[in-house]
Nanobody, 122 residues
Framework: VQLQASGGGLVQAGGSLRLSCAAS????????LGWFRQAPGKEREFVTA????????YYADSVQGRFTISKDNAKNMGSLQMNNLKPEDTAVYYC????????????????WGQGTQVTVSS
């Protein structure tokens, strides 16, 4: 399975970005989808995840109410809509997928995209 994350960029605080994760090599409906991020000097952290059919999304407390994860199995595409961005959201964002698990732990995910940079200026 190959995952390709895209959509990152530079945005002012309060702005929005939409990240995409394109999947190939396996039917997307058989994979859960997660997003993680890694800020400079920090460990990678969980952002959000969603189930195989787009059910049961859950979020880190820090992004709850501002970020929305979605999954379009027909298009083999996942998305992360990020609104009301804050400087502390600045990080490299990674999408991840797994055929068995839906979890907050990055160790649960088998497949990873290459990351896309999100920078939020104050």
């Amino acid at each position: 399975v190959q995952l390709q994350a895209s959509g990152g960029g530079l945005v002012q605080a309060g702005g929005s970005l939409r990240l995409s994760c394109a999947a190939s090599g396996r039917t997307f409906s058989t994979l859960s989808l997660g997003w993680f991020r890694q800020a400079p000097g920090k460990e990678r952290e969980f952002v959000t995840a969603i189930g195989w059919s787009g059910e049961n999304p859950y979020y880190a407390d820090s992004v709850q109410g501002r970020f929305t994860i979605s999954k379009d199995n027909a298009k083999n595409m996942g998305s992360l809509q990020m609104n009301n961005l804050k400087p502390e959201d600045t990080a490299v964002y990674y999408c991840a997928a797994d055929p068995l698990y839906l979890a907050r732990r990055e160790q649960a995910y088998t497949y990873w995209g290459q990351g896309t940079q999100v920078t939020v200026s104050s």
